[in-house]
């Protein structure tokens, strides 16, 4: 039914860039209040497409925000949905994580055409969640319309939780998981992917079986209550923002590279294997065309393309967001702020542990406060989550693989990300199963930022490798049997896939 598939894809093409367009079209930024009526309209959509195509869905209210003047807004429902297969007790489910919100978006921002309406130019798709995270959501309800337009059984269960605040932190999500996991909805999963990230290239799929886990830091010190003239008490007061630059001072005194905090730095790693490092052979990645698309930074940290991969993705990183206090604008404004912030964060990978980096970077700030012997008042907060890492040798990425190498003809890379998903390992530790990233979206998709796109081609071809995925991982969780840790009955097709592309057996 390959190639039926396909025939279907192109003759369906111009009406599922139509749904794409209907749904970019819907304002879902949870970030933004005045938006809130959006996602839930985004909601709606998804909930009667799900249903339409003959699945069950539920809108699941999961709590609200309360401003300081004490009013109150609803988050966004969270959809749990689910398309059975024949003989569904037989089958085995796959779980779907997306998220139907968006980041925010204006044309004067920069954007080259209405961020809102999906506009084809030079075959890519233009629009805020073309592909972060819509039109990834949308690949997969087409998947299953082939299957009813072509009249096949769905080869597995499949299950959906779609959010609508993962830019906004997934308020509430995890207590919604923590429910669902025991005896709800979530009980019976046998695997989890989410199509939430990207190519580590414009040109060659891969499968992503890492994250980096994230700290952030807010670090403000006070001292007055309002601005002050430096003409008049510069040298008769501790200034804030002499403190703030001190403390970050303090935390990245390594400059660029390794972290120098207990806790935070390489030292503190999970040690790299051989295995590891076998992985990074063949990978495609052209260090001078990444060093061109961050805006032609003089040079990379790295003597080659492993290493830069490694920073990227292998290794914890420090990063300083932003100072806020006193002025900047135009000119020149002699003042000395009554209080100033810096913010910064530290990616974390696996062997760290986050309230450990939190509570060893709060000692070097504390320490190096004290040292300053300041009369103004320091606080601190911080948040953190940890980085997730899966099996790329198990049965669900030998089927993403095999999906892969039949829609595009190449082997996929198997690939970390320097970003974090916390809901990747929150799903994982929860449900205790497999966990898989398969990026539909290309490196240069720009989610995020100005002129979102996909590729018209991604698009199309992302469903025909859902489709084809859900075949794929029928055959190897029939072949796995009920084995003790998955292993599989007998080698099969995807046992030797395996050994041909990673040599992994």
Known sequence: ???????????????????????????????????????????????????????????????????????????????????????????????????????????????????????????????????????????????????????????????????????????????????????GFLSNVDYVVITDNYWVTTDKPCLTYGLRGLATFHCEVKAGTQTLHSGVYGGCIAEPMTDVIQLLAAVSEYGH????????????????????????????????????????????????????????????????????????????????????TGKFSIRLVPGQDGKAVEESVKAVLEKRFAELKSANKMTVTSTSSKAWLADPRCPLYQSGAAALLKVYGVKPDLTREGGSIPVAGLLQEKLGVETMLLPLGQSDDGAHSENEKMSKRNYLQGVQVLFTFLGEIARAHEERGDMPNGTPKRKGTLGRLKDIWYGLS
């Open 257 to 340: 590279g390794d972290i120098g905090i207990e806790n935070c730095g390489r030292k503190s790693a999970t040690p790299i294997t051989e295995a590891e490092t076998e992985l990074y052979k063949g990978i495609t990645f052209d260090a001078e065309a990444f060093r061109h698309e961050a805006g032609d930074v003089p040079a990379l940290l790295g003597e080659n393309e492993k290493e830069v991969l490694m920073n990227r993705w292998r290794y914890p990183s420090l990063s300083i967001h932003g100072i806020e206090g006193g002025y900047s604008g135009e000119g020149f404004k002699t003042v000395i702020p009554g209080a100033a």
């Open 1 to 183: 039914m390959f190639n039926e598939a396909r025939k279907l894809i192109n003759t369906n093409a111009h009406i599922y860039i139509e749904r794409l367009a209907e749904a970019v079209a819907i304002r879902s930024v949870s970030t933004d209040l005045s938006c809130r009526d959006d996602c839930f309209a985004m909601a709606d959509l998804l909930h009667r497409w799900i249903e339409e195509l003959g699945g069950s869905s539920d809108k699941v209210l999961v709590g609200f925000q309360e401003l300081d003047d004490g009013s109150r807004y609803d988050l966004p429902p969270v959809i749990l949905a689910e398309f059975s297969a024949g003989k569904p007790r037989q089958k085995p489910t796959v779980l779907v994580y997306g998220h139907y919100d968006v980041q925010p978006a204006a044309e004067a921002d920069g954007w080259s055409t209405d961020p809102f309406t999906l506009s084809e130019v030079d075959g890519k798709l233009y629009g805020r969640g073309s592909t972060d995270d819509k039109g990834p959501i949308l690949a997969w309800l087409w998947a299953i319309e082939i299957h009813r337009e072509l009249e096949l059984e769905l080869p597995v269960n499949v299950k959906f939780c779609l959010e609508g605040m993962e830019e906004s932190n997934s308020e509430c999500l995890d207590d919604l998981l923590e429910r669902e996991s025991k005896g």
